[in-house]
């Protein structure tokens, strides 16, 4: 229930899925004691940022999105560190099969090569 409410929540306002995906990633960092790393990623991430940000607008992978951090949440419980790198791979890459269609819909932010 608390998973669908998340979701309705997310519905209703589409920038709240790329700061609470932003939080969720800063807690993660913070827990094992990398914040310098956040800070760093996050000030060389703004082209990645401005993808996750449409991705987030469109919601095209809004439940993939969710069940995986359940997912990392449960690895990290579990302490499965076999699994760490499989989810992470996959989370990190939700958008690339979504990039045709951000594309199209969306010309003048990208550059034409």
């Known amino acids: ?3 669908q409410n998340i979701i309705a929540q997310i519905e209703e306002d589409h920038t709240e899925l790329f700061f609470l ?3 969720f990633h800063r807690i993660i960092y913070k827990e094992v004691g990398k914040e310098r790393v956040w800070e760093a990623v996050q000030s060389l991430s703004t082209h990645y940022d401005r993808v996750r940000f449409l991705d987030a ?3 095209t ?3 993939p999105t969710l069940d995986q951090h359940r997912n990392i949440i449960n690895i990290i419980r579990e302490g499965n560190t076999d ?3 499989e989810i992470i791979d996959k989370h990190l890459s939700n958008f690339k099969n979504k990039m045709g269609y951000l594309i199209e819909k ?3 932010y990208f550059l034409k090569s």
């Open 21 to 23: 995906d932003n939080d």
């Open 61 to 63: 992978n809004l439940v």
């Open 1 to 3: 229930m608390k998973f």
């Open 106 to 108: 969306y010309p003048d």
């Open 57 to 59: 607008i469109e919601k």
């Open 83 to 85: 699994k760490v790198d």
